[in-house]
């Protein structure tokens, strides 16, 4: 990887940011939520335990409630580090595993892959009267001595805008970037 200088104003090796796409106010509303559903779900316990049958439904909903809090919990934490920055030397990727940094000179392939699901983009939405499209957008971003980003379908869908990024993309690597949709037929 090419040699990065700390000469920039702000201090950053990579220059001063873009875009920033992180997960940290999704993470943080799993948080809350996971937090809620533990009391609610240890409150139900301690109201339905002593009770006996009488409080079998308080039990059953705290039990429910108490269980599911731990996987809202360990979500956000998963989300919590994890963030992607499209820079004015290169793109930055933090995660749990690490900070991978690449300058563009560094990028030697972008592969956006884009998938329309055609069923959705054929169903009229009920609110506007108008036909609506989902898609799950995966870019993998491989560098020169193999370091590779990954930004799966996971953290695309915490993105405002994937296409905005992928646009960011193709403008500061100057890279052939296909990003043309594949489309899938759901059920």
Same mark, same amino acid.
């Given at each position: %990887? /090419?040699?990065?200088s700390r000469g920039d104003s702000d201090g950053d090796p990579l220059g001063k940011p873009y875009a920033v796409y992180d997960a940290r106010n999704r993470a943080v509303a799993y948080l809350v939520i996971g937090v809620v559903a533990l009391v609610v779900g240890v409150a139900g316990l301690i109201y339905g335990l002593p009770r006996g049958d009488d409080g079998l439904m308080a039990t059953l909903i705290g039990g429910l409630f108490a269980a599911a809090a731990p996987v809202f919990i360990g979500v956000a934490g998963y989300n919590l580090r994890r963030g992607f920055e499209v820079r004015r030397k290169g793109v930055r990727y933090r995660s749990w595993g690490g900070t991978v940094e690449l300058l563009w000179g560094d990028i030697k392939r972008i592969? !956006?892959?884009?998938?329309?699901?055609?069923?959705? /983009?054929?169903?009229?939405?009920?609110?506007?009267? %108008?036909?609506?499209?989902?898609?799950?957008?995966? &870019?993998?971003?491989?560098?020169?001595? @193999? &370091?590779?980003? &990954?930004?799966?379908?996971?953290?695309?869908?915490? !993105? @405002?805008?994937?296409?905005?990024? &992928?646009?960011?993309?193709?403008?500061?690597?100057?890279?052939?970037?296909?990003d043309s949709a594949i489309s899938s037929r759901r059920g």
């Open positions: %990887m /090419a040699e990065i592969d !956006v892959t884009k998938l329309v699901d055609s069923a959705a /983009a054929e169903a009229p939405d009920a609110r506007l009267g %108008m036909h609506g499209s989902h898609s799950r957008w995966e &870019v993998e971003i491989t560098g020169r001595k @193999k &370091v590779k980003i &990954v930004l799966g379908y996971n953290f695309t869908a915490l !993105v @405002k805008s994937p296409s905005t990024l &992928v646009n960011l993309l193709k403008m500061h690597s100057k890279l052939d970037i296909d």
